[in-house]
């Protein structure tokens, strides 16, 4: 998919996240909608005209971004796998995250008035983030209800009047009035330092603010030990579930708030899944907010290993808050010594791996081969305490390189201890007739469409898991992903095929890498990988 494919993902697709509105307008689903002021935007004296005017919100004044962007010679562009607007103009290169209450400018954080939204399929954001973003000069007339973007240092003469313009829908994303009192959905935003107090619900497609006053009943409940209670409108969090009662003026007179949270140790995380040493795993919401000792961070900072509490909407188990649980200033001891025998030889059927580490006494202890076993339990030696011992026996067809040993020791005042041992492991106990299988097409340096064939021999019967993965740049950022993976099976002569037909986000000139691997009927690694480097049109 080229740029223009990009623009038109930008357009569409997203559903508006909106945030607390001004009081006018903050009258919530069941008040009537006051239509904004036709804004105005005028880019260096030059009128713009938008399918989506600007809007007023918040009493803040947003702007599509895409028009006033590419007026000013931007180049606009979308990431569909991180839901990021990507642009450039000049040397600068901007990229914003759609809900995100903070951009990025040439890497540097930009915090904005209130963050993106997206209304009528467009981007939406605050005058001021212009002002830092592309180095504009912004202002605005309130009485005349007029935006002036100015790059070049030329001044919008006064008598100029704005053309006649196509009538515009210029309203705040709000919902029209629904005729139930009652409405049900996913909190999105909680304002509950003012008076009244504010709460955004997105129920379905429609987005609703309703004023949170001293007489409003909230209750909140666990929904997965059914404990609950009254609680103060700062107790509710993006992504609870909720059921608002609310009178005409918009007025909520209950909420009835559900949530869930579930507590444990990360045993991998990606930038959509985490998933929990207990095998479950859970989507993060695209507004996922991370807080590691009481500060938000970003989302990259998880690692597997730390402790957290996921806070998840109910209903669709997304997760919308994670806390990354800091262990208790400790006065025990660290992991002294990790061994590993034998050592210095490859491992083959029938060898016992033995770890030993020596740390706080009374701990609880596992051992992990990077890339092919984990979570191997370790017992504290009787009348040895702190040291702790696991083992592992090696099975035929397994098969791993250069593999560090990872223990990790809890101790029973909750501190996560990690050591590596200081030499490697390599187990070679594939059959002798599972060597690496080989990729015949397409040869390294070639170019391919989509769809095209992986083909490649391998002994009769062995099943080979094919990958392929792509990255390509985008203006000036890269943008990577994978079209999949196949296990397929060499037939009779040892040939076997696999067809990549997947839409990669980027297309043209794109870098792609194809990897095979025999594995056993459990999908355990059994040889060595061979790869090919391609071109992806």
């Known amino acids: 998919m080229g740029l223009t494919g990009f623009r038109r993902l930008l357009l569409g697709g997203l559903l508006a996240i909106a945030l607390a509105a001004a009081a006018a307008v903050g009258a919530g689903a069941q008040a009537p909608v006051t239509p904004a002021p036709y804004v105005k935007v005028f880019v260096d004296n030059q009128p713009v005209y938008f399918d989506q005017p600007a809007v007023i919100v918040a009493g803040r004044v947003l702007v599509p971004l895409r028009g006033v962007f590419e007026r000013l ?19 600068t290169r901007i990229a914003l995250r759609i809900g995100a209450p ?66 515009p829908v210029a309203q705040v994303p709000v919902a029209p009035a629904p005729s139930a009192t009652t409405t049900s959905g996913t909190v999105l935003h909680v304002n509950a330092t003012t008076y009244p107090a504010q709460l955004t619900v997105q129920a379905g497609n429609a987005v609703y603010t309703y004023q949170v006053v001293s007489t ?42 559900t949530y869930a949270a579930v507590s444990g140790r990360i045993a ?29 961070v970003d989302r990259s900072t998880l690692q597997p290993g730390e402790q957290v509490t996921l806070r998840l909407n109910p209903q669709t188990n997304d997760v919308w808050a994670v806390t990354i649980r800091q262990p ?4 025990e001891a660290g992991i002294a010594r ?30 992990a081969i990077a890339g092919f076993r984990s979570g191997l339990p370790m017992l504290e030696q009787p009348g040895q305490p702190g040291t702790y011992v696991g083992t592992y026996t090696v099975q035929p067809g397994d098969f791993v390189q250069g593999a560090v040993v990872t223990v990790r020791i809890t101790t029973p005042g909750g501190a996560l201890l990690t050591a590596q041992a200081p030499v490697a492991v390599s187990i070679n106990a594939a059959a002798a007739a599972e060597a690496a299988p080989t990729i015949t097409s397409p040869v390294s340096g070639t170019t391919v469409g989509i769809p095209f064939i992986v083909q490649g021999h391998a002994a009769p019967g062995t099943r080979v898991r094919v990958t392929a993965n792509y990255s390509g740049t985008v203006l000036l950022f890269t943008v990577n992903g994978t079209l999949g993976t196949q296990t397929v099976t060499a037939d009779r002569t040892g040939t076997w095929q696999a067809t990549f037909s997947g839409e990669p986000t980027v297309r043209g000139g794109v870098a792609l890498t194809i990897t095979a691997v025999a594995v056993d009927a459990a999908g355990n690694v059994i040889s060595p990988q061979s790869s090919v480097s391609a071109t992806l049109q």
């Open 73 to 91: 010679g931007a180049i606009v562009a979308w990431d569909p796998t991180t839901e990021t607007v990507l642009a450039q103009r000049g040397d």
């Open 216 to 257: 409003t009943s909230i209750i909140r409940t666990n929904a997965m030990t059914g404990a609950g209670g009254s609680v103060a409108l700062s107790a509710l969090r993006p992504g609870d579930q909720v059921q608002v009662t609310a009178d005409p003026q918009g007025v909520a007179q209950s909420i009835r708030a």
């Open 268 to 296: 991998a995380v990606t930038r959509s899944v985490i998933v929990l040493d207990n095998g479950a795993s859970y989507r993060l919401s695209p507004s996922v907010q991370v807080v590691r000792g009481g500060a938000a």
């Open 328 to 331: 208790a200033a400790s006065s």
């Open 102 to 167: 903070q951009a990025t400018i040439n890497g540097q954080a930009a915090l904005m008035d209130v963050p993106a939204l997206l209304v009528g399929g467009r981007t939406m954001v605050p005058l001021r983030f212009l002002s830092q973003a592309l180095g504009a000069q912004v202002s605005w007339d309130a009485a005349a209800a007029t935006v002036t973007v100015t790059s070049q240092q030329a001044a919008l003469p006064p008598s100029q009047t704005f053309p006649a313009a196509p009538p």
């Open 338 to 367: 990790v061994t590993v025998t034998p050592a210095n030889r490859p491992l083959v059927a029938g060898d016992v791996l033995t770890v030993t580490a020596t740390g706080p006494a009374a701990g609880t202890a596992r051992f």
